[in-house]
């Protein structure tokens, strides 16, 4: 199957600074990605939906001034927690798609605010 | 409002015999089911999926049962082995394959050998 590549797998980082995770598509070129959240025991969240060359489009109750989204190409979108705080703390998860084909995840990234 | 939903946290099978997961989902306009198998600490693996145009897809062990009148799909995995213990996501989508999935909480599957 298709590899999809994030990074950092984990990160630890102080309240109130900012936290960048990447997100890879290692071998096609993906015109869409998906950003989700996982908190414990519980689903995965999708939190925005990212298109290459244009604005994500954020799911209703994700603010997207504090999760800046960014897809500059084909097999890279960022995900940037800006200003993090402990309830920010979770487990981020990409997916990417090629046409016609079911979505491929990231390993996922744990974060930990402290 | 869950429009995707596993309302059995965990099942526990004997190696060998078949491990049936169930999802149920609300929402008439999901059109594309998958099924994921998840190990903790790591992204999803995607195990299977159906349209909504069949009622059956199989794929080895793993087959996937679709109920469009009860919006019900199940997971059905013979013979259980001990390396299929993991966490089973149900997974929908109103667009076809690549489009944003709706994920159910996920059951979480422990095959004893």
């Known amino acids: ?114 | 409002d869950q429009q995707v939903k596993q309302n059995s946290p965990s099942l526990s099978v004997q190696e060998g015999r078949i491990s049936i997961l169930n999802c149920d989902y609300t929402n008439s306009m999901f059109d594309y089911f998958l099924w994921y198998k998840k190990y903790p600490a790591e992204g999803p693996t995607f195990l299977i999926s159906i349209s909504s145009i069949k009622d059956k897809n199989e794929d080895g062990r793993f087959t996937v049962f679709l109920n469009k009148s009860a919006k019900h799909l199940s997971l059905h995995i013979v013979p259980s082995q001990p390396g299929d213990s993991a966490v089973y996501f149900c997974a929908a989508s109103e667009g076809g394959s690549n489009y944003k999935l709706t994920f159910g909480k996920g059951t979480l599957l422990t095959v004893n050998p």
């Open chain 1, 1 to 114: 199957g298709a590899v999809v590549s994030q990074h950092p797998s984990r990160v630890i980082c102080k309240s109130g600074t900012s936290v960048k995770i990447e997100c890879r598509s290692l071998d096609f070129q993906a015109t869409t990605m998906f950003w989700y959240r996982q908190f414990p025991k519980q689903s995965l969240m999708l939190m925005a939906t990212s298109n290459e060359g244009s604005k994500a489009t954020y799911e209703q109750g994700v603010e997207k001034d504090k999760f800046l989204i960014n897809h500059a190409s084909l097999t890279l979108s960022t995900l940037t927690v800006t200003s993090a705080h402990p309830e920010d703390s979770s487990f981020y998860i990409c997916s990417a798609s090629k046409v016609y084909t079911e979505a491929f995840f990231g390993q996922g990234t744990r974060l930990t605010v402290v």
